[in-house]
């Protein structure tokens, strides 16, 4: 049974620092792992999308890697802004399109 | 091009009574799924519907059902209301399983 954690649970930087949010996954065998922001009582807003076969994703500030060997994905954001607190969720879809969710890490960035 | 909607946005029900949530799909997508996030959990999969057949279903009773129609948009019906059946619902659609998903804003259901 797939089972996705989140570590930490919450994180409070300055404005301006660069940080690294953790995703593991017991089973390594995945389709993809998408990286999720939710604001407080939203939806999710994607933000990428990793392939099983793919290393790592850029949009902008964020980059998502991924090692699918030792069941594990990061999300660095660069040059963190108070815009960006909000809840960071990490997905893995085993290619039945069920996604398996993390507890998410909250994030404050304070100016 | 219109992104995932839900309806109603907020809800709020006594126990024992149905609720009938919709969604409509991202303009091309077959495929939609469901999630309840409860306060501060990650959300859990309900189930999916590719081209208006059940495709995968998670660990939620039978009372939970769905629906999707010719052009894919869908419901979830609720039956019997629990107080733990309070949470977000969360509505996914993608072009084809596997997919990269797209949630709507979701409906906050409350049940009395």
């Known amino acids: 049974k797939q089972e996705v954690t989140q570590i930490p649970a919450a994180l409070s930087v300055p404005e301006g620092e660069n940080l690294v949010l953790n995703c593991s996954f017991t089973?390594?065998?995945?389709?993809?792992l998408q990286w999720f922001r939710q604001d407080p009582g939203k939806g999710l807003t994607s933000l990428l999308l990793?392939?099983?076969?793919?290393r790592e994703q850029t949009s902008g500030r964020l980059n998502a890697s991924l090692d699918k060997s030792s069941g594990r994905s990061t999300l660095y954001i660069a040059a963190s802004q108070p815009g960006d607190s909000a809840t960071y969720l990490c997905?893995?879809?085993?290619?039945?399109?069920?996604?398996?969710f993390g507890q998410g890490t909250t994030l404050q960035v304070k100016p | 091009e219109t992104g995932v909607t839900q309806s109603p946005t907020h809800l709020i029900k006594t126990r024992g009574q149905q609720v009938t949530l919709r969604c409509s799909s991202q303009?091309?997508?077959?495929?939609v799924s469901w999630y309840q996030q409860a306060l501060g959990q990650g959300p859990q999969f309900i189930f999916q519907?590719?081209?208006?057949?059940?495709?995968g279903r998670g660990n939620f009773p039978p009372r939970f059902s769905g629906l999707q129609f010719p052009n894919y948009s869908s419901e979830l019906n609720v039956n019997a209301l629990e107080l733990d059946d309070s949470a977000l619902y969360l509505c996914?659609?993608?072009?084809?399983?596997?997919?990269?998903?797209?949630f709507g804003p979701g409906t906050r259901l409350t049940v009395t």
């Open positions: 303009s091309g997508h077959n495929t």
């Open positions: 990793i392939q099983s076969s793919q």
């Open positions: 996914a659609s993608s072009w084809i399983t596997g997919a990269e998903q797209y």
């Open positions: 089973d390594s065998a995945i389709y993809n």
């Open positions: 519907y590719y081209r208006e057949e059940e495709n």
């Open positions: 997905a893995v879809n085993g290619n039945t399109g069920k996604l398996i």
